[in-house]
């Protein structure tokens, strides 16, 4: 990264923690602790930081977006980032299949399924229904502020 690039407050209370660890391992004395973070609060691009860093057991502050990104962290932690993998469970398709065959099988069980579904189709209804209404009552406030000049003021703030 360019030494030359500004940083931000996050960056420098970042630093800022880093050295702190460092005092509480006994790198730092009280007087470099304080001097260093003078320095870290005063620094303005990232090679201030660096130079308040360099001679400490650890990479830069700021990762160095030349590199890959998984080489600087196999570097700093000494084995290769870990992969996510998305593990899916089981499939639902094919389990309500098996049940519905299973309850048409036996018998006395297949009104079960019938309620069942009777209940998700009127539930599915009701939120049909919410939703239509819940739309047209927003549109309708959306009319009724355009209509009364609200959007002017609020968007004449940022002129």
């Known amino acids: 990264m360019n030494d030359r ?3 931000s407050d996050a960056d420098r209370e970042q630093v800022a923690a880093r050295l702190r660890e460092h005092y509480a391992e ?8 304080e001097e260093r973070i003078s320095a870290t609060f005063s620094a303005k691009t990232y090679g201030d930081l660096r130079h308040v860093m360099a001679d400490l057991p650890e990479p830069a502050p700021v990762p160095d977006h030349t590199q890959r990104p998984d080489r600087g962290r196999r570097a700093a932690y000494g084995r290769p980032p870990r992969t996510v993998v998305y ?12 049940a519905l065959a299973a309850a048409l099988v036996v018998p006395g069980v297949a009104w079960l399924f019938l309620v069942l579904f009777k209940v998700i189709l009127v539930m599915w209804l009701f939120a049909a229904v919410a939703g239509i209404i819940a739309a047209a009552m927003f549109r309708r406030r959306a009319r009724r502020f355009w209509r009364s000049g609200g959007g002017a003021h609020y968007w004449h703030q940022f002129d």
């Open 5 to 7: 690039i500004r940083i």
């Open 26 to 33: 006994g790198r730092l004395s009280q007087d470099e602790l």
């Open 87 to 98: 593990r899916r469970g089981p499939r639902l398709l094919p389990l309500v299949l098996v």
